[in-house]
């Protein structure tokens, strides 16, 4: 691997926001199940408005065309999801990972204020959404703790109503692991469907999927445009994409550790590990131990983190810290590490990350679990304007102005000055007529 | 008009979110513009590609096309907003403005937490973003206020850098209260530039636009649209469209009063006023005051304010509040306005609007200038999942995970086996290295 300094570093770190890439083996699938070379967004288009013409039978049809089965009924039955049942270790598992989430967020500040004061009331209310989307994607293994790290915030935020939506394994079923934690979560709803044709039917309804007031979990490249493309029909939390992990290390960090980090990244599909050091030896030693540790993973996670090492891994040698975390920033990564001698110490220059991890026992791969905050955080550079799933995503603010005749007495003129300004003649003789 | 009630009413104030209505005009200007009938989302994707391909030459060539003019530089000067003058009353008035939305934001709660406890530490920081583009729209009259009811959140967020982007008069020029207001709030960068072309400007960059981190502010159905495409690529902080007020009002309200409300509405372009009252004889009072109020409106804004009522007001009879109440939540109104006898014991009953204005002394003409909160509110149902423009739209959480060995031997097997559940080997092992 290529070792980057300065100018060469700089540019390998600054994203391109241009295009969302697209594998070609993507671009062959779409030719062999449409019969024509289609773009992405065209498919997806063609997806959201089959869904919003022919409901439940499109969700059913695109599930049986692109997930190869037609699920029985489209909603897991009650008794199937109180009958779900995994080993008690991971029930354990389970409980405690939706324990520590839930912990995590009822800390975080999410209410409103009401000033009284002699001219009135002004102030905000904070309110619940009334129906949350749930999107927990697919894949080779059931994604538990996406479901968890999504459905907690929401419920901490107040909201009553959650509906769950999935794809179905090959036999038309969903993973037990996954309807053990919806019924720890108390939650109900699980729709047996995935990808585009699952938000299409979040967002517009369908006669066995209500609508929803926002859609919210990662998934893949369709789910992404998908949701760019309901977006404003209902709400969206972000847009997660391939995931990423940047490690800041000095030389005090442990080469295996470092290395144990990037690989838990690199064996994500499309995953981007990023390393930037200030010690030559560490890279040095790191890379060796990558070598190491990928030939001791089992197949298939060996080639996943192989593919994403030989990929995508960047390698960055910086002159001080002080440099290393100016590279984080511009990087803007999704989990940003800091393996470093006094991690506190640099937390005040982090401006732009998903998430921190700070020290040598808060890995990341914890985070992804068991640690607390979300793991649903922004991709792709987007931590410049997103922030990771939390209580917020889940709430809307509604301003309120109670203001008594004093008050109007005092301000309504300008307010006036400033309608007409405006050219809005009835905006100011609204005000007037009171004054 | 037709009085709605029951079903007929909840028939009309449920939205259909399926598509952006365009007027046959702006398809027409289309035609005219372009040779040929393209939808406004092609135009638009035309206009992305060439600003973000073209860069300045692109931006100036589209303000000629569509603005009529081709400025002689993309950036007011430094001596022109230093130089720009309004008449006393109105410099009065813009300066109270910017103090009351400044002391309103101020309130808002917007701060993180860190909680160190013996397991280490877990948290959220709250970091302002980086840069900021705030869209004012142009038309006939300079949106003075728009500049300050988005910038000034911004600004008490955090944000250092904040470009204005508003689209020049014929003959080229900002409007001198814009650049006063501008001036007021310390801002230096104003682009000489709107439309589609400005949000793309924003959001790639140019050779005299610096690409911005989110994109704030109201624009017609060609800035929506942008803001919609180049989400992803940048921020944006809703998809404000035309406006609406939804009036509830009950046999104590002074009807001169509700029309002259619903008439400061009706006079913006494609607004849409709704009024729900328990009392058969005022809607009747309403509907006469509206004919009068309208007459003795100047023109161009009985035009407007005529066209509004005639094409798309909506007359409610509501059995009693609690049903006019739930009339409101389902609407998900930008405005509701209360006026009825007892307004305040209403509110705790308001699941969804952009704002609420209590009684008879807070009309949202006043709203919309001097009495603090922010004037930009989520438009056309999209309250169900969206909140005025607050410090929260400027400000990111970076969620900080720094626990201990302690804590690791405590919850770092559970998290393990739950990466094992999800089929995530590299996972578990980076875990279980530091165990």
């Not at 585009?196 to 517009?204: C, E, P, S």
Request: hydrophobic share 45%; charged share 20%; with cysteine.
């Amino acid at each position: 691997m290529q070792v980057l300094e300065g100018d060469a570093a700089r540019a390998a770190l600054t994203r391109s926001f241009n295009e969302i890439p697209v594998p070609d083996a993507v671009l062959a699938r779409i030719r062999d199940t449409f019969g024509e070379a289609l773009t992405p967004e065209a498919v997806v288009a063609r997806i959201l408005d089959d869904v919003r013409q022919r409901g439940d039978e499109a969700l059913l049809d695109w599930t049986a065309k692109l997930d190869g089965v037609r699920p029985g009924g489209l909603n897991v039955g009650p008794a199937e999801i109180e009958a779900a049942q995994v080993d008690p270790t991971l029930h354990e598992a389970i409980r405690l990972a939706i324990r520590r989430v839930r912990s995590f967020y009822e800390q975080q500040p999410a209410h409103g204020f009401l000033n009284h004061s002699p001219e009135g009331a002004l102030g905000q209310l904070v309110r619940p959404l009334g129906r949350v989307g749930v999107y927990v994607p697919g894949g080779l293994a059931p994604l538990i703790s996406t479901l968890i790290h999504t459905a907690v915030p929401a419920q901490v935020a107040g909201v009553q109503d959650i509906v769950v939506a999935t794809p179905p394994a090959r036999d038309g079923t969903v993973h037990p692991a996954i309807l053990v934690a919806a019924r720890e979560l108390g939650l109900t709803q699980v729709v047996r469907a995935g990808g585009a044709q699952a938000i299409a039917a979040l967002a517009y309804g369908t006669a066995s999927v209500p609508a929803v007031d926002k859609i919210a979990g990662p998934g893949n490249l369709f789910v992404v445009i998908a949701k760019r493309m309901v977006y404003g029909q209902t709400g969206i939390e972000s847009l997660p994409g391939p995931t990423e992990t940047l490690v800041v290390a000095d030389d005090s960090a442990d080469p295996r550790h470092v290395a144990a980090d990037l690989l838990a990244q690199a064996e994500h599909n499309g995953a981007e590990p990023v390393l930037v050091s200030t010690s030559r030896e560490l890279l040095l030693a790191v890379q060796a131990e990558i070598g190491g540790q990928l030939e001791a993973l089992p197949e298939p996670n060996r080639s996943w983190a192989r593919d994403s090492v030989l990929a995508r891994m960047k390698v960055v040698l910086a002159a001080d810290l002080h440099e290393a975390l100016a590279l984080a920033n511009l990087y803007a990564p999704e989990h940003l590490c800091l393996l470093t001698r006094d991690p506190w110490s640099l937390l005040g220059q982090v401006t732009r990350a998903g998430g921190v991890f700070v020290g040598e026992y808060s890995m990341e791969a914890l985070g992804d679990y068991v640690a607390g905050p979300s793991h649903v955080m922004p991709t792709g550079g987007t931590a410049r304007f997103m922030s990771p799933v939390n209580v917020r995503d889940f709430q809307n603010i509604i301003s309120v102005v109670g203001l008594n005749a004093s008050a109007l007495r005092q301000i309504g003129p300008a307010g006036a000055a400033l309608a007409r300004a405006e050219g809005l003649e009835a905006h100011a003789r609204a005000i007037e007529s009171r004054l």
